[in-house]
């Protein structure tokens, strides 16, 4: 095969290959490391109180075997909620690190950015009531308590690296079947 040949093959194999659509997917693992770190050390340790929502490790499991959008979506919109839980409502009460708090929001802002690069459409698992039943019992309950907040901590950092392993799991599931595809057409 001559390397002309081989690369109009190689071409004809990344145009017809049901590739992700998301290369900005690969930014996403250090972005995710970063604001995984920060909310970890933009306060004390992190509280062992139990939530009073239960964490949604099922629902987790469940969208692994939906398409790859929807997957795609799914974090976009896992990690707008998230946002919106430290961005509407009264944080006076915590102690935390200012500038940390703020650079950790930021990170979460350029993930979501990233994605909405990618995907437009929705998810077809919708989270916002879980996050309104955890943003009611927790902040309004108790009108943004140092308590609520840490409770709010802690969860944000188990769907941080919920989603984490959700979006390696997209990358490494596209690569291998993009692999599969590549190998049939030699
Ligand atoms: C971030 O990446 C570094 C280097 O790979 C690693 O040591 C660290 O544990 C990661 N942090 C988190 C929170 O995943
Ligand atoms: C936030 O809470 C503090 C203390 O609980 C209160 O003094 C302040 O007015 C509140 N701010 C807003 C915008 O609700
Ligand atoms: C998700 O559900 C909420 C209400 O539970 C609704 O307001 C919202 O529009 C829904 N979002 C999507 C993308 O379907």
Request: hydrophobic letters at 35%.
């Amino acid at each position: 095969m001559t390397s002309w040949t081989r690369l109009i093959l190689v071409l004809l194999c990344s145009a017809v290959t049901p590739v992700l659509g998301c290369d900005w997917l690969r930014h996403y693992g250090h972005l995710s490391n970063i604001s995984l770190t920060l909310v970890q050390v933009m306060g004390g340790q992190l509280t062992d109180q139990e939530s009073p929502v239960r964490f949604p490790y099922r629902l987790y499991e469940r969208i692994r075997k939906d398409e790859v959008e929807s997957q795609l979506a799914f974090i976009r919109d896992s990690l707008e909620l998230i946002t919106g839980l430290y961005r509407h409502d009264n944080r006076s009460s915590v102690t935390w690190d200012t500038d940390k708090t703020e650079r950790f929001l930021m990170t979460i802002d350029r993930q979501t950015d990233g994605l909405k690069s990618c995907v437009s459409t929705h998810s077809r698992k919708n989270i916002t009531r879980y996050y309104r039943r955890l943003e009611k019992s927790t902040l309004y309950r108790t009108g943004g308590s140092p308590e609520s907040w840490e409770l709010i901590r802690k969860e944000t950092k188990l769907h941080l690296e919920q989603l984490d392993l959700l979006a390696a799991f997209v990358v490494d599931s596209s690569a291998a079947s993009r692999r599969r595809s590549t190998e049939t057409r030699h």
